[in-house]
């Protein structure tokens, strides 16, 4: 489904009562599903592709993500509404805003430059993950803390069924979560963030001249990001 001039499924002052279901491709020119002026309560199920935002109106309104992709900003407008996310990879590539209250029982996949802007509170599900995809870790600002999610406006803020894991995809850096300290992510009524680190190369073998090697490798990675290499002697 596609529209070149307005969105893709355009549901216009109407009372709608039904499910919107996508496994193909929806697209349009000023969004992917626009029932912003519509009443009652809109479900959208997706697990196909959305070019484009998604609207809804004043119902309360589920929007229900269990895999694709979604190349836009989510406005589900007034209401008790609510953004479901289980997919197992769904990926954030750049900064997107959510309106609406948000529950994470998959995968967020933030690529370097992702973050979501989120105008509501969010719920993390016990067997949530937050994946960093950095595919050129010298664009990665090591010992930089960055935001990847922010609420700007929620009446509770972050809360938990159980902590989300963090991954990454790359051995030579870290994005560890630590339970005890919450060191290396940090939630607050604002914001998840992280800060990555380079993994301790120098004490990887019991042959010194590996660990030096490795050190030394490890000082080249943070000097990429303008941090000063370390000191040896």
Do not use: K, Y
Not at 164 to 169: G, M, Q, Y
Not at 191 to 217: E, K, M, Q, R
């Amino acid at each position: 489904i596609a529209s070149e001039t307005s969105a893709g499924i355009l549901l216009e002052n109407i009372t709608f009562a039904g499910d919107i279901t996508n496994s193909g491709t929806i697209s349009g020119a000023t969004a992917a599903i626009d029932a912003s002026t519509s009443f009652g309560n809109v479900i959208i199920n997706n697990s196909g592709d959305l070019i484009g935002g998604v609207l809804t109106g004043s119902g309360n309104d589920v929007l229900n993500i269990s895999g694709g992709s979604i190349s836009g900003n989510i406005d589900l407008g007034a209401g008790n509404n609510l953004v479901n996310i289980s997919a197992s990879a769904f990926t954030i590539d750049t900064v997107r805003s959510i309106v609406s209250d948000v529950s994470v029982s998959g995968t967020l996949n933030f690529d370097l430059g992702g973050q979501l802007n989120i105008i509501g509170d969010v719920l993390f599900q016990d067997g949530s993950i937050i994946a960093i995809n950095t595919p050129d870790i010298t664009a990665i600002n090591f010992g930089q803390s960055r935001d990847l999610i922010v609420i700007s406006d929620g009446s509770v803020g972050f809360t938990t069924n159980g902590f989300p894991s963090i991954v990454d995809n790359n051995f030579l850096f870290d994005f560890a979560l630590d339970l005890s300290t919450f060191s290396e992510i940090t939630f607050s009524r604002g914001s998840v963030s992280i800060t990555p680190t380079v993994v301790d190369l120098d004490a990887i073998s019991i042959d010194t001249n590996i660990n030096s090697f490795g050190g030394v490798f490890a000082d080249t990675l943070t000097s990429q990001s303008g941090i000063h290499l370390r000191n040896r002697r």
